[in-house]
């Protein structure tokens, strides 16, 4: 069993990267809109939307863990100024860890001129319809940017199987490859 966490800031590729790396591994994608866009219709951006969101995480994590998939790639914005993703994190992992599955985590790192680029695409506002009020959500890049550390500190991710890419100038498909030969997925 594999788990793979793909994280950084909002429209770094992380599900576009994700996409090209299910057709490369046979892993599935879970990306994090999934639960959000179910969700917000009902209960908006509110905390009861996210704690939801985080219960059916849960459960679909330790259901597949406990199942006879190959793994899973989990897309996730990674806030590193909140010890409540870090607890998400080790929590999420440990999941999977627990069931002798081997954890893996990518970080992606862009841009923001092209972050915003992204933002606008076509695939990204096809499976993201929070996101399709473009205003909103470059307003909402900007300053959640401003508020929060959406990448790590060299050295501060200590898992065996990490590493770090900076996607700016490279296609999803061109990132996945890099994912998929780095841990011969």
Known sequence: ???????????????TVGQELEKISGLKLFHNHMTIELLEPFFNFSPKMWELSDLFRMEIFKAISESDQEGIIFTYVWAFDQQADWDFVDTICGIFESKDATTYLVELEADVSERLDRNKSANRLKHKPTKRNVEWSDNELKSTM???????????????NYTRITNTNLSAEETAKIISSTFNL
């Open 1 to 15: 069993m594999k788990f793979v966490l793909i994280f950084g800031p909002q429209a770094v590729g992380k599900m």
């Open 146 to 160: 401003k508020e929060h550390r959406l990448n790590s500190f060299e050295g501060e991710i200590k898992k065996e």
